[in-house]
């Protein structure tokens, strides 16, 4: 059954039988409330995970749409920006908006003229690009929200939630009553589909010719400008290496000799796939009381099809048994976790833990001033030996926190009096 609301519908569906099923998606609201008290309204994110989708579902009649892929409205948007702003007056939904940055200046002479909460909705892929155009023209005018491929509760299709994950009890439990659980085979396959609409809605589009034509369109697109063309094969190899890394700590050395080029392109190329939302680094958590704690980030990829892809793993069954099963689950709830944060416009405050003597907590958040330890195993039947390290943050945390052991069960229950077994399900 569809998610019932009040907000429209998102143009992505199931097709049953004559019936289209739309999934919705948790920024939805966040976009209509944020566009109450913005003038400008900028959805980022990699490219076909939804922003012109869910934009265009949630304008009304008075909102025009426009789109830069357009070559006629791009060269209008290039040449003549004025007149381009006398075609498409407010308010308007401008999509691919990276292809023409001097619109910013004038979207902020509109602004400055008659200022109005969401004038402007605005979509870009190419956030290298984007970014520095947006800080310095319309600063204090524009909300930027960030959007990445669905996450497993909204293809699910259960209560979306306005609550980021955090390890509390009471709230997890009151989420498993109404959550179905997934099997470890199901869960698999979601990592290994990944979560691109265009996947998730279409059983039958085959997955390598589109992660194949993801791969070609985001280097002939967005990287093309950034790398030169006799770097292209390397840059390949580069996005198959870096996947096989997903969940490790980085070594940019050990980058720049397999694939052999520089240090320094491998800080560059790392920080493309990072701006572009491909990547994400968990920092470490580091105080300056505790001088034994390591300092160098791991790596993850945001979309687990992707890297599956990437990475050669070919089947979700031939994944789950693969030497990487362990690490792209951890991927899998890292991602979703980061979802559960950017999906409902909060900024989020994670960090894993490693000191010198190599004692490890997956992942570490941050609320309040106080840290929440997190630990994911490939496992349906988790021992308490594995949350052993939570105590570490005894030393920084002034009470007792919960903590939570997300795995393969498909059963919430407590582990200890601090501690709860958590189903992947439920993140």
């Not at 998610?3 to 998606?25: D, E, T, V, W």
């Amino acid at each position: 059954m569809a998610f019932k609301s009040n907000i429209g519908y998102i143009a992505i569906g199931l097709q049953i039988g004559r019936k289209k099923m739309y999934i919705h998606r948790n920024l939805e609201k966040v976009i209509l409330d944020t566009s109450k008290n913005f003038p400008v309204v900028m959805v980022t994110g990699p490219r076909q995970v939804g922003k012109t989708s869910i934009l265009k579902s949630l304008s009304d009649e008075s909102r025009t749409y426009v789109s830069l892929d357009s070559p006629r409205a791009r060269q209008m948007a290039q040449e003549d920006p004025e007149l381009f702003m006398q075609t498409y007056p407010p308010p308007v939904l401008i999509d691919e908006v990276q292809y023409a940055p001097n619109l910013f200046t004038y979207i902020k002479i509109s602004i400055d003229k008659d200022r109005k909460p969401g004038m402007y909705w605005l979509t870009g892929s190419q956030q290298f690009h984007l970014m520095k155009n947006v800080t310095e023209s319309l600063a204090g005018r524009i909300a930027v929200l960030k959007l990445l491929g669905m996450s497993l509760q909204e293809q699910m299709q259960q209560q979306l939630s306005n609550n980021p994950f955090i390890p509390d009890r009471s709230i997890l439990k009151e989420k498993s009553k109404s959550t179905s659980m997934l099997p470890a085979p199901s869960i698999f396959e979601k990592i290994w589909r990944g979560g691109y609409p265009e996947l998730v809605t279409k059983p039958e589009m085959n997955w390598e010719i589109f992660y194949d034509s993801y791969t070609q369109s985001y280097i002939q697109r967005d990287v093309k400008d950034l790398i030169t063309v006799s770097e292209e094969a390397s840059f390949v190899k580069f996005l198959r290496v870096t996947a096989s890394l997903s969940g490790k700590m980085v070594n940019y050395s050990d980058l720049s000799k397999e694939i052999g080029i520089s240090l320094n392109t491998v800080k560059s190329w790392l920080s493309i796939l990072e701006t572009s939302g491909i990547i994400y680094f968990l920092q470490p958590y580091y105080n300056n009381l505790v001088k034994r704690l390591v300092k160098t980030p791991k790596l993850y990829f945001l979309d687990t099809g992707l890297c599956c892809f990437l990475s050669g793993w070919s089947t979700p069954s031939v994944l789950e048994k693969g030497a990487m099963s362990g690490a792209m689950l951890e991927t899998y709830v890292i991602s979703e976790i980061i979802k559960s944060y950017w999906h409902n416009g909060k900024k989020e405050h994670l960090f894993y833990y490693r000191d010198k003597d190599k004692k490890e907590i997956d992942l570490i958040i941050e609320k309040d001033g106080i840290l929440y330890p997190v630990e994911i195993k490939k496992t349906a039947s988790p021992s308490i030996k594995a949350t052993s390290n939570f105590s570490l943050l005894n030393k920084f945390n002034k009470k007792d926190v919960h903590g939570a052991l997300i795995c393969l069960s498909q059963e919430f229950l407590p582990l200890t009096r601090y501690v709860d077994i958590v189903p992947v399900s439920l993140v």
